[in-house]
């Protein structure tokens, strides 16, 4: 083979291995990051901890503590209490009001209504964004 010919070779060998080592991984992606995950942190986490363990940075500052809400399901004989959580969620004001600090959660509650019906057949008026931090909630329990 004339040098030229060589040099091409070589060429399209090296770009073949650039384009394997580029293709993507067959190994499990980590979890998707999810939009209900980001309210959580913008809205709760300083209470909550960004890992909802109840070790959020203001959770010094209420004397009664945090509540970790990674064990709702456990805390319910092992079901998620979708009504009681989705509640709580829609009426976060009201539900937290005797708790100091708490943030404005205006843009979480401004969206379009939505009709949630829960497991127990209980239909509630909430919101899309509600819902996500729910079933964020829902994702990471014990
Ligand atoms: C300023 C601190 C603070 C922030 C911010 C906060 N929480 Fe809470 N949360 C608390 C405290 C304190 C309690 C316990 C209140 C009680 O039992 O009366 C609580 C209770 C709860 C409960 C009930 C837990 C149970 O075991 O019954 C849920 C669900 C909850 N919060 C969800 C949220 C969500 C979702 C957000 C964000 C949208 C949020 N909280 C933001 C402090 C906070």
């Given at each position: 083979m004339p040098p030229r010919n060589n040099v091409r070779t070589g060429t399209l060998l090296m770009l073949s291995v650039v384009l394997v080592a580029c293709a993507p991984k067959p190994e499990p992606e980590p979890m998707p990051e999810t939009t209900g995950a980001a309210s959580f942190r913008t809205y709760c986490a300083v209470c909550h901890g960004s890992g909802a363990?109840?070790?959020?940075?203001?959770?010094?500052?209420v004397p009664t503590g945090v509540p970790d809400l990674r064990g709702l399901s456990s805390g319910n004989g092992g079901t998620f209490p979708d009504t009681y959580v989705v509640e709580v969620v829609t009426r976060i004001s009201d539900f937290h009001a005797g708790v100091v600090a708490m943030p404005d959660f205006g843009p979480l509650l401004d969206g379009e209504p939505v009709v949630y019906t829960a497991s127990d057949g209980t239909r509630i008026e909430t919101n899309g964004a509600v819902l996500e931090i729910v079933d964020y909630l829902r994702l990471i329990q014990n």
């Open positions: 363990d109840g070790a959020g940075q203001l959770s010094v500052f």
